[in-house]
Every structure is written in structure tokens, then in C-alpha cells.
């Protein structure tokens, strides 16, 4: 079992940044890969970005250039960040950290407000 926990969302005006962080805690051994999704209202949760442990990255394309993911890796716990510069209000949403072995994990998510 993996344990996700999401913190940094908020309200930023257009424009702006945010930095969201993931801890990831339990069976993190066997994970190959984690990602961020979100899911705005009324709308399908769709990828952000995801990293492999090979250090592989993607990004949707409505994000690519304005945001960035990395991970830190120690014995006992992954970190996984995503930078967000450039916020838009199309980027508002609830946004999810996830990791993969045989299975996806998800944390609870964190909303993320783009708003003058």
C-alpha cells in the first residue's frame, strides 16, 4: 500500500504560481511511476504531468512550458512537485497526486483556484 498526501493548492490570481507537493509514504519501493491529475468541474480528471523513477517526464499539452515536475526520493519517502507558473483560470481545479506499481493510488486532492 502507498500513501499519498497533498499539500500548497489555494487561490492565486491569473498570472501567478503555486508549488504543489506530494508525500508519498508505505510500499514506495515498488512504485515505477507518479503523476498529477485534475479535474475541474464537470469535467473528466485528465493527466498533468507524471515522472518515472527513470526520471521520464510528460506533460498535457496545456501545460507544457508553464509547469514542471520533480521528485525527491529518500529510504523512507517520495516527494513529488509540481511547479505552476503562469496560472491561468482554465487551471482551476481540484488536483490529485498519484503513484503506480500493479496499482494506482490517489491522494485526497487539492483545490486549486485561478481567480482575479
Known amino acids: 500500500q502507498v500513501q499519498l498526501v497533498e499539500s500548497g493548492g489555494g487561490l492565486v490570481h491569473p498570472g501567478g504560481s503555486l508549488r504543489l507537493s506530494c508525500a508519498a509514504s508505505g510500499s514506495i519501493f515498488s512504485i515505477n511511476a507518479m503523476g498529477w491529475y485534475r479535474q475541474a468541474p464537470g469535467k473528466q480528471r485528465e493527466l498533468v504531468a507524471s515522472?518515472?523513477?527513470?526520471?521520464?517526464?510528460?506533460?498535457a499539452d496545456s501545460v507544457k512550458g508553464r509547469f514542471f515536475i520533480t521528485d525527491t526520493w529518500s529510504k523512507d519517502q517520495n516527494m513529488v512537485f509540481l511547479q505552476m507558473n503562469s496560472l491561468k483560470p482554465e487551471d482551476t481545479a481540484v488536483y490529485y497526486c498519484s503513484a503506480r506499481d500493479l496499482f494506482v493510488y490517489w491522494g485526497q486532492g487539492t483545490q486549486v483556484t485561478v481567480s482575479s
Open positions: 515522472i518515472t523513477t527513470a526520471g521520464s517526464t510528460d506533460y
